[in-house]
Structures are given as structure tokens and as C-alpha cells.
């Protein structure tokens, strides 16, 4: 198109070249069509009469206010600076038409095209304005094509009421205004998420770096965010004073007012008029911005109120839509406690007292907060009674007792069938201390198993037994009598364990049918008819007495002469009258509990009667005993009772056959557990008779008094024998052999014990009496081809010097076994325990054994191997020999390890659970054990080291395979048998890990005394150990051992911080973690004393040691299990007073009592560190009825005689 339109048709007509055409000469953009019709309207708009143009001006005006009235009158309010501008427009637009009217000096104005274009684009969007404000209809004058009007503002109604909630909004971000339809041209929908983004353009904008460091905020968060924590960090102070200095500044008052001086003349330099602001004035001198700390406090405060936000976002988000998820509801219930935690983290240095005066008056409020959490999750799931006992945990600091205790009657009533539930109200009211008395408590535990007894035989209809109710009636049984001996009852204890064993194993055959009730009340008059009872001379049993009965009674046989039965009786209580009053009653109170702990029988022979007792407490009545009697129908039950019977005793035995108490922490008296190992006499042999820390009955004294008696005594020994007497023809022989080797045991510990001491002349006559018993033992005919039996027996000679003859006896035991050889675990455990004596031995020997052919241990372990006797290890070895036999023990471990879970699965399957041969092939601590110690004799200790491991991986493995699978039988409703065989063969198989574990630690320890080598090695051995076995004490005792001889304890810090926060479930290594830092201590101190030993120090200067201990303790007692362990208590104390902090150990004491109300033992430790307080320390005593046997008006007269 031209340029010029007026000459378009002439430069049309032409016809010429195009290439000889003026390209920039053409318009293309200009169109004739839309200039004839701009030309035509222009024609008519000049024509029309200035009156009607004067009209049409004065309506455009009235339409702008119009529209300005409209606007006013939407709902939508705009903003001023948005507004502002809107009239400054207006006013620029009229002075510039008032411009051009001045200008033209006439009525008529110019039109230009471009003004009508522009007008028509104008009616387009009035139009289209229109569908986006309130306006009315009459008041358009141009029809619209969408005659309605869209609202973008957001309706709040829809937040305030339940019909839509906020959470179940989509979160989307919409690319335009419009809300209603979707105008693709000009509007898009952003499905991405607006916190990612915020969060992206934050982290690129810090400081313009593309990486952030390790402590900035965003890396923090983001650590934070990824696994949740639950509890946000503190704020880290400024990590530029790292990169400026490397030291800690510390700041006094006259450098701090000096700076404030210079600060003040350098401000006055730079800014002398005062014009410049102070962030002006700080960069001016070099210096950053004043308030930085202050906003990133500010910062760190925004992000942990965003994360706390953001998880109870979560859980109300998984509650609503998971609201039968009971351990969720638990877990936000627990949540509380962290949020909390995080209101008033950070910030101590500052608050100081009002930090903790808030924590106090927050408390209940928070306890409150929880449980309207727990009254909403048990109104959602009424049958789960685990948020009912989470619930009755919270109140337990909000009710009152009386409420608390019937809430706690209700909670049993409905579930009288769940022996968890039970076990929970037992220790409720166990450790209760307001309304806590040992009479209550133990009829508790009688209403207890009687209830369980009644849905066992099914006469409670409404509530089925659930599987496994025995073994929970057994271990509630146990310790109802554990509870009885810490409480000093020891008499009823026994009788209850006498009753039992009367009506387990010497029940009629006419009552064997009916329920456990009726059977109870047949035996209360056997118990009532004054015959002898089990353990005593002349008992016959109840079978035997109820059968005489039914033909008429037999007659009385006359009573046996006793010798030495009142020997003990002529002695002096009080031996020292210018002893402190309170050191007295200790003593007496210790001998007499150590002399009469047996229940108090008349003897008709001397014509006595029940009103001779000068101890009425000693009598113990059918009432106090009846409830607590139960069935026992499975033979492996009724062995697991008797060898509990066997440990409240005092007697070593082994926990994979009798089952470990339900919560051990309870029992724990005893510093012995804490002790053990430490001896080096020897260093391979002194972890095969491990302590439980579990007092035995008859020794009750403070945490570190002496035994009375190395055993029971004679009248418990004699007991004993009564009760094996009796019961021998009633057990199957591998239960008889069970309880020989328990007694064993028991006879070497004894020893030990005299060994210990140093005393020569009671070891000689203690070595003497335990020979006896133990060859009796071996003369009966079902032990004489025991070697386990003989094993012992060899062990206890070697203890007491006798070494050929021990080798004597170990040489006749090889012979017995054969040439079974490595098939034979327990032939494999008896050369293990002769060759680590033998190496123990020679390691003592100046010279020791040079070459390993002529060492006595190799030549046993190869006779072993190749199956002969090792009666002539005298002779030398081959080394052709030697190969054989490494060659014969790595085939055997291989396939015994290849083959362990087929043999579990098979024996499984057979069901046979106390088949001693079938059970004795699971054993591998003896094949694995011989087999280390040869290649560490012939090789090297690496070798050794690596049967270890190979062992213990494949044996941990299998183990964990089977446990989750064990947990699953356990909660489905599988066979018995079966869940019983395989939870006894997982119990085999964890012992074994653990043996393997302990021999390890003790060979690398060994391999340490008597050379050089890294403790690299032993060290990482014993962290893989202890964490998958967190609950051993020997592997404590070594490790702490280990960890002592380093200077450093950063290590060992941090590695019981990992294990006590990974395993809630236990208090030993709480305890040991304790121990360690005691140990260090004393180091410490020792070290201090050293160094001014010509000086006097009367206290010790402070090194932080002290208040880390106290942490430990404290840390240690809040837990539910370490707040009902009286070991830890008694500990607890005694530490506060050996640092001089006696009011503040008696106000543990007292706290102590708060949980641990029934533990006899803590008021005889109090009596014994506070003896000002004997008087109310007794009396308490006497109110919770706890077993008193010396009153102070009793010891009152014993001192003035």
C-alpha cells in the first residue's frame, strides 16, 4: 500500500516491475476499509449542532460519576495509594483537555480518527469492567454480554463452620482474578506448592551464595525437616566469632564500659552533625548492623513455632483420617511433653528462676492438655487398654488417690482376663505411697491370680483366657513372693512356694477335675490339719495325707531326735552395747532376718503349740496364701517354677529354662551385678558363674553390708535336700539333672565366695562340705554319665588347688563321652572350660609355653578333633595333627552353622520342648568356643577373632529373622505349643549370641594383659556387641574396664548416651553408664590428692564430675523402669552423702519412697546414713506394715541388759 492513500489507485493502475518499486515508500499496516468508515463517521460528528455535542459532553460526565459512584458503592475496597493515582490521572487528563479548549478558541473541536478508535476500544472494556464490580442494571446504558458480577473475595464462612474444611482445600495458586470458569487466554492454574517456593528463593538469597554452610538457617531447617526430631535445637550462637577468633572471649565490666567509651568518641568522629542513622554510623566505622543477633533470635523463634505448627498439623491430620491407630494417639499424647519442651528451650541463661517458675505453673496445664487428648482417643476406641492405662498415667498427678484407685478398680473389672493390665495395676499399687500397705498389696495379688485362675478354668463365661495365661499367672506368682522378701515376709514367701509345690506336685487324683477354686479350698484343710508341709522332716505330701484320710488316718510316728537345732540360739544379739543406737538395731535386725526367714512350726514333739511363738509374725495363716494358689499343667511350667524357686533361693540358674522376671529392675538390691568380672584370677573362666544382682532370701542389710551367711544355713540347706527327696521320683530325669546341676553350682559359688574372702580355714572346711555334696550328687544313678555334671565337679578341684586331681576328673569325663567328639556340645563345653583353665594356668607360670605343640589346652582341643581321649595330652603334638584338627573344627562349625535353622524348624515341628538331647544339638558356644581358643593358641588372635564373628553373624541373623516372627505368633491365635517351643528356641539362640559375645570380650581382653596389641579392635568388638545386647553385664564390666584405661571419655560418653536413648526397656546400662563416671571420678580425685600431698585438702576442687553424675541419676530415675529400681535409689543416696550432701540425700530418700515404698532395704540404708532419724524411719515401717522384728522398745531393753 502507498504511503500517501490519496495516489493508492494510481499506484494500482500502474504496471510496472516490483523490484523498481519503493518498498519503504508502502504502508502495509493501512487498511481503505477502516478508513472510509473513520471518514464517514467523522462527516457525521461534524455536522451534528454544538447543543447536542454540549448534551453528549454533560452525559459522559454524569456517566464518569456514575461509575465512580459504582465503585464506591462494591464491596471491594481498594487501596489509598491505588486510588491516589487514579485521581491524579483524572486531574492530568483535564488540565490537558482544558488546555486544548483554550487553545482552540471556538465552540467546534477537532475530532481525530484516532479518538473515535479510541473510543471504541473504551466501550469494549466498559463492558468487559463491568463483569468484575457491583453495579446495578438500570444504570448500565450499554447491554453487556455476561450480565452478572464475579466475586473475588473469599467467603470466611467456609473456615468458621464444619460444612467445608480449611484442610480440605486443594492448594493451588491461580494465574489470574476470576474465580468462576476458567478463561484459558488469559488465566492458568500453578499446581505447585507456595512453601517450596518461599523456602527455594530463600535459600538462594542468603549473602547471594549458592551454598549454604552448616549452621545457617535454611541447612538447619531443612535437617530438621527431613526426619522429624522432637525437639527443635536451641539457636546456636554466631559462628562468625569461630572464623574471627579462636578463643572464647570473656568480658568483665571495665572492658565493657572502656568499649562503651570508644564506641561513643568513634560514633562522635564519624557522625559530628548527628544527620547519619546508627546502621550508617556503624558501617561508616566498619562495623556490621547492631541488631543482627536480634533478628536471627527472631528468625530461629519464627521456625520453631512453623515446625511445632507443622507436626501438630500432622498428627490432627493422620488422627482424622486414622482415628482407630491407638499408638498414634500415644505418640501425640507423648507429643505434648516435646511441644513443651520446645516453649521453654533456649533461653535458661536469660530467664534463670522465672524459666522454672513458668515450667511449674505450666505443668498442670499441659497435664490437662493431655488428657483431654486421651478422654477423645479412649471415647474413639473404648476397648483399647492402652490408651486407658495412658490415660490413668496422666491422672495419676491430677486426681485424687481415692479416685485414682477406683478408676483403676473400674479399668480391671471390665478387663479381668488381660494380664498386662494386671501386672499394671499391680505395681500401681505397689508403688502407690499414700495408700500403700503390704497387706493391701498382697491381697491385690491374690485377687489377682485367683481372677486369672477363674478365666483360665473357664468359669468367668463373660471374658475368654487369652493364650499364654499360665506363663502370666507364673511370672505374677513370682513376684508376688519377691515382693513378699523385699518387704522382709520372707516366712510367707516360703510358704507360698511350699503350698505350690504341695499342690502342683503332690495333688489327689480326685480333685485334679475340678476348678482351681474348689481344688484350693480341699487343700485348706490339708494345710490347716497341722501335718508336715514340704522341706520339712516327716512330710508325705498331700496325695499321701489325703488318701490315709479316706481310711481313716494314720498314727503318729515318734518324732526324731535333732541334734544342733537351738546351737545358735545361746549367742548374744547385741555385741557391742557402746555402739550408736542405730547401728545396733542394723545388726540385730540383719542376724535375726538372716536366721528366721523360715515360717515358725510347733513341734509336737516338745509339746509345743501355735501360742509359743514369741514372734507371731513368723506364723503364717491359709488367708495369706489361699488366693495366690494356681495350676500349673504343663511339665516345662512346673520346672520353671521350681527353679525360680531354685534363684529366690539364691541358687545359680539358668534363665533360658526358668524365663527372666517380667520387670528385673524391680528386683536389682545387689552391687554384685556391678562388680563381677573384675577379679583376674580368671580372666577366661570368671564369667562362667554370672551374678543377678537379685538378693537371695534371709540377706537383708544395706546396699554395702556384709553376708551373714555364705548360703542359707543349715536349716535352709536342710530344707533344701527334704524338698529334692521328695520330689526326685516325681520329675523326669532331665528335670532331675537340672536341679543337680543348679546345685552344683550353688556349692562352687559358695567356694568362690570363700576364696574371696582370703579367709583359708573356712575355705578348707567349705571346699570339704562341697566336695561331699557334689560326689553324692555324681553317686546317683541318672548323673553318673552327666558331664555337665562333671564338668563342675572337675571345675570346683581346680578352685581349690587341686589341680591334677581336676585334670583327673576332666580326663575320666573325656573318656565317658566317647568318640562323639565336636558332635557332642556338651563334650565340646567341658574341653573349652579345661583348656581356658589350662591356658589361665600357664599364663601364670614365669616362662609360659613357647611352643604350641607341648602346650597342654592345644593338645586338648586336637584330641577333641579327633575324637580320643584326652587322657594322654602328656604326650606331643604333630603339627600334621594340628591341621587335622583345624581342618576337622572348620568343617564341623560350617555345618553346624549351615544347619541351625533346619534343626530349629524340625524341632519345632516336633514340639518337643525339654528333649535335653534334641536341645542340646542347638548349643554351638562350645564348638564355636573350642574352635576360637585353637586358632588362637596355633594362629593368631585375628584367626580367633574371625570364628568369633563368623559365629555371631550368622547367629544374630537367624535370630533376628525369628523374633518379629515370634512377636507375630505371640498376637495371633496360633497353638500354644507351638509358640511356646519356638519362643524357647529363640531364647537358646540369644543366649548363645550372648555366651559368644562374653567369650570374645574376655579372649581379647586376655590377649591385652599378656601382650601388646590395639584396643581398636576389642573396643569396636564390644560396641557391636553391647548394641545388640544391651542388657548384658559382663560385656558392661568389660567395656567399662576397657574405657578406663583411656584418659578420654568423650567415647564412652557418647556411646551409653546412644544405648540408654535406644533402649528405654532397661536399667542396666543406665547403671553402668553411673559406674563409669564414679570410676572416673575417683581417678580424678585420687589424681588431685596426689599432686598436693603436702598440703591438706579438705574438699576437693569442683571438676563437673559430681553434677554429671547427678544428671545420670536423675536422668536414670525418671524413667519407668529406673523409677522402681531400689538399686538405683540406694546408689543414688549413698552418692550424695559420700559428697557431703546429706539434706539433699534425705530428700531423695524420701522421694525414693515415693516409688519404692515396699523396699525394706532402703529404711535400713537410711537408718544406717541418717541414724538421728532412727525413730521416724521405724515408724514409717510400721505404718506400711513392712515386717519389723526388732522394735525399738525391744532394743531399748536388749541395751540396758
Not at 328 to 341: G, H, K, N, P, V
Not at 808 to 821: D, L
Amino acid at each position: 500500500m502507498a504511503l500517501f492513500p490519496a495516489f493508492a489507485e494510481v499506484s494500482e493502475d500502474k504496471v510496472e516491475d516490483s523490484s523498481k518499486e519503493l518498498d519503504w515508500l508502502n504502508n502495509k499496516s493501512f487498511q481503505a476499509g477502516n478508513a472510509l468508515s473513520l471518514h464517514s463517521r467523522f462527516l457525521e460528528k461534524s455536522i451534528e449542532k454544538p447543543n447536542q455535542r454540549e448534551e453528549s459532553v454533560g452525559k459522559d460526565i454524569t456517566c464518569s460519576d456514575g461509575e465512580e459512584r459504582g465503585e464506591d458503592d462494591g464491596p471491594p475496597k481498594k487501596k489509598k495509594k491505588k486510588s491516589e493515582k487514579r485521581r491524579k490521572k483524572k486531574k492530568k487528563h483535564k488540565k490537558k483537555s482544558g488546555r486544548l479548549s483554550d487553545s482552540s478558541g471556538s465552540d467546534s473541536e477537532t475530532i481525530y480518527p484516532s479518538d473515535l478508535k479510541r473510543e471504541d476500544e473504551g466501550i469494549g472494556q466498559q463492558s468487559a469492567s463491568l463483569g468484575t464490580r457491583f453495579s446495578w442494571l438500570d444504570d448500565v446504558q450499554l447491554p453487556t454480554e455476561n450480565p452478572f458480577c464475579v466475586n473475588c473475595k473469599p467467603d470466611p464462612a467456609n473456615w468458621t463452620y464444619k460444612s467445608l474444611y480449611r484442610g480440605d482445600v486443594a492448594r493451588y495458586r491461580r494465574k489470574g482474578s476470576s474465580c468462576l470458569g476458567l478463561d484459558f487466554r488469559r488465566q492458568g492454574v500453578s499446581w505447585e506448592d507456595s512453601e517450596t517456593k518461599k523456602k527455594k528463593k530463600k535459600k538462594v538469597g542468603v549473602n547471594g551464595n549458592a551454598a549454604d554452610r552448616y549452621f545457617s538457617v535454611a541447612t538447619r531447617k531443612l535437617l530438621r525437616a527431613a526426619p522429624p526430631v522432637p525437639v527443635v535445637p536451641a539457636t546456636p550462637e554466631s559462628g562468625d566469632a569461630l572464623n574471627s577468633t579462636t578463643f572464647l572471649p570473656l568480658g568483665d565490666a571495665e572492658r565493657h564500659n572502656t568499649r562503651h567509651e570508644l564506641d561513643s568518641r568513634a560514633q562522635t568522629s564519624v557522625n559530628p552533625l548527628g544527620v547519619y542513622d546508627s546502621s550508617t554510623s556503624l558501617w561508616m566505622q566498619g562495623k556490621g548492623p547492631l541488631l543482627q543477633d536480634d533478628v536471627k533470635q527472631v528468625t530461629e523463634t519464627e521456625e520453631k513455632s512453623e515446625y511445632v505448627a507443622g507436626r501438630t498439623e500432622e498428627f490432627n491430620r493422620r488422627l482424622r483420617e486414622q482415628p482407630a491407630d491407638t499408638q498414634l494417639w500415644i505418640e501425640f499424647i507423648r507429643y505434648q511433653d516435646e511441644l513443651s519442651a520446645a516453649a521453654f528451650g533456649g533461653g535458661e541463661e536469660q530467664q534463670g528462676s522465672d524459666l522454672a517458675e513458668r515450667r511449674k505453673s505450666s505443668y498442670r496445664a499441659i497435664l490437662e492438655k493431655k488428657l483431654s487428648i486421651a478422654d477423645r482417643a479412649v471415647e474413639t476406641n473404648p476397648t483399647c487398654v492402652a490408651l486407658q492405662l495412658e490415660r490413668l498415667r496422666i491422672c495419676q498427678d491430677l486426681w485424687e488417690p481415692s479416685t485414682l484407685a477406683k478408676e483403676w478398680k473400674k479399668l480391671v473389672f471390665l478387663h479381668p482376663n488381660s494380664a498386662p493390665l494386671w501386672r499394671k495395676y499391680l505395681l500401681f499399687t505397689q508403688s502407690y505411697f499414700s495408700s500403700f500397705s503390704v497387706t493391701k498389696v498382697n491381697s491385690v495379688y491374690g485377687k489377682c491370680l485367683s481372677t486369672l485362675s477363674a478365666v483360665r478354668d473357664g468359669s468367668m463365661v463373660s471374658h475368654p483366657a487369652l493364650p499364654g495365661i499360665e506363663e502370666d499367672m507364673l511370672d505374677i506368682f513370682t513376684q508376688q513372693c519377691h515382693f513378699l522378701r523385699q518387704s522382709g515376709h520372707c516366712e510367707k514367701a516360703i510358704s507360698l512356694f511350699q503350698a505350690m509345690i504341695d499342690f502342683s506336685y503332690f495333688k489327689p487324683d480326685s480333685v485334679k477335675k475340678l476348678s482351681t477354686k474348689q481344688q484350693v479350698d480341699f487343700f485348706e484343710t490339708f494345710w490347716d490339719s497341722g501335718e508336715a508341709r514340704v522341706g520339712e522332716i516327716g512330710a508325705r505330701g498331700w496325695k499321701a495325707w489325703m488318701t490315709q484320710q479316706e481310711r481313716g488316718g494314720w498314727i503318729q510316728p515318734p518324732a526324731e531326735e535333732e541334734e544342733e537345732e537351738e546351737e545358735e540360739e545361746d549367742e548374744e544379739e547385741v555385741k557391742d552395747r557402746s555402739q550408736p543406737r542405730g547401728t545396733v538395731w542394723l545388726d540385730v535386725e540383719s542376724s535375726r532376718e538372716a536366721a528366721h526367714w523360715l515360717p515358725w512350726r510347733p513341734d509336737k514333739a516338745k509339746g509345743q503349740s501355735e501360742e509359743d511363738c514369741e514372734d507371731p509374725d513368723r506364723q503364717v495363716l491359709f488367708d495369706d496364701i489361699g488366693p495366690s494358689l494356681i495350676c500349673l499343667t504343663s511339665p516345662e511350667l512346673q520346672l520353671r517354677f521350681l527353679l525360680s524357686f531354685l534363684a529366690f533361693l539364691g541358687f545359680p540358674v539358668d534363665f533360658v529354662l526358668s524365663a527372666a522376671p517380667y520387670q528385673p529392675s524391680m528386683l536389682l538390691e545387689n552391687l554384685s551385678l556391678l562388680t563381677q568380672g573384675a577379679e583376674l584370677q580368671g580372666p577366661l573362666t570368671s564369667f562362667n558363674l554370672l551374678e543377678t544382682g537379685i538378693n537371695p532370701v534371709g540377706h537383708m542389710t544395706t546396699l554395702q553390708g556384709t553376708r551373714k551367711w555364705l548360703g542359707l544355713g543349715k536349716q535352709g540347706e536342710k530344707l533344701l535336700t527334704n524338698v529334692f527327696s521328695m520330689l526326685q521320683p516325681f520329675l523326669p530325669p532331665p528335670h532331675r539333672a537340672v536341679l543337680s546341676l543348679s546345685w552344683m553350682l550353688y556349692e562352687k559359688l559358695k567356694v568362690l565366695r570363700c576364696l574371696r574372702s582370703g579367709n583359708k580355714k573356712r575355705l578348707r572346711a567349705q571346699g570339704k562340705s562341697s566336695k561331699r555334696v557334689a560326689k553324692r550328687l555324681l553317686k546317683e544313678p541318672d548323673n553318673r554319665s552327666s558331664l555337665v555334671l562333671w564338668r563342675e565337679y572337675a571345675h570346683l578341684e581346680w578352685v581349690l588347688g587341686n589341680l591334677d586331681e581336676a585334670r583327673k576328673v576332666f580326663s575320666t569325663a573325656t573318656a565317658m563321652g566317647g568318640t562323639r567328639g565336636l558332635s557332642s556340645p556338651a563334650l565340646c563345653e567341658l574341653c573349652l572350660l579345661w583348656s581356658q583353665l589350662e591356658v589361665e594356668n600357664s599364663a601364670k607360670e614365669p616362662g609360659g609355653v613357647a611352643d604350641a605343640t607341648t602346650s597342654p589346652a592345644v593338645a586338648v582341643l586336637t584330641r577333641l578333633a579327633e575324637g580320643t581321649s584326652s587322657s594322654s595330652s602328656s604326650q606331643t603334638l604333630t603339627p600334621v595333627s594340628i591341621l587335622k584338627a583345624r581342618r576337622s573344627y572348620d568343617q564341623a562349625l560350617s555345618s553346624s552353622l549351615s544347619s541351625l535353622d533346619q534343626k530349629i524348624q524340625n524341632h519345632q515341628l516336633d514340639g518337643n520342648a525339654q528333649d535335653e538331647p534334641q536341645e542340646e544339638k542347638l548349643r554351638l558356644r562350645g564348638l564355636v568356643g573350642c574352635y576360637a581358643l585353637f586358632q588362637y593358641l596355633t594362629v593368631s588372635i585375628q584367626a580367633a577373632n574371625a570364628v568369633y564373628s563368623q559365629a555371631r553373624e550368622r547367629m544374630e541373623d537367624l535370630h533376628r529373622s525369628l523374633t518379629p516372627e515370634r512377636q507375630l505368633n505371640h498376637n495371633e491365635a496360633t497353638s500354644r505349643p507351638s509358640r511356646s517351643v519356638l519362643s524357647h528356641h529363640v531364647s537358646w539362640l540369644a543366649s548363645d549370641c550372648e555366651a559368644l559375645a562374653v567369650q570374645q570380650a574376655a579372649l581379647l581382653r586376655y590377649n591385652n594383659s599378656v601382650g601388646v596389641c590395639p584396643l581398636a579392635t576389642l573396643r569396636q568388638m564390644l560396641t557391636c556387641s553391647l548394641s545388640a545386647w544391651p542388657c548384658s553385664a559382663p560385656l558392661w564390666s568389660v567395656y567399662i574396664q576397657v574405657e578406663n584405661r583411656c584418659h578420654s571419655a568423650g567415647r564412652a560418653r557418647r556411646f551409653f548416651h546412644t544405648v540408654t536413648r535406644d533402649n528405654s526397656s532397661s536399667v542396666v546400662p543406665r547403671l553402668f553408664a553411673i559406674v563409669a563416671e564414679q570410676h572416673r571420678k575417683q581417678l580424678v580425685d585420687a589424681a588431685q590428692r596426689s599432686c598436693c600431698s603436702d598440703e591438706a585438702l579438705p574438699i576437693l576442687p569442683e571438676n563437673g564430675l559430681s553434677n554429671r553424675i547427678r544428671g545420670l541419676f536423675e536422668g536414670a530415675t525418671s524413667t519407668e523402669m529406673g523409677a522402681h529400681c531400689p538399686l538405683l535409689w540406694r546408689m543414688y543416696i549413698h552418692f550424695l552423702v559420700s559428697e557431703g550432701k546429706v539434706d539433699k540425700a534425705r530428700g531423695i530418700f524420701y522421694k525414693a519412697l515415693q516409688n519404692i515404698p515396699w523396699v525394706k532395704g532402703l529404711y535400713m540404708d537410711a537408718v544406717q546414713l541418717f541414724p538421728d532419724h532412727l525413730q521416724e524411719f521405724v515408724d514409717l515401717m510400721t505404718e506400711k506394715e513392712l515386717r519389723l522384728r526388732l522394735p525399738l522398745e525391744e532394743l531399748d531393753i536388749l541395751l540396758e541388759d
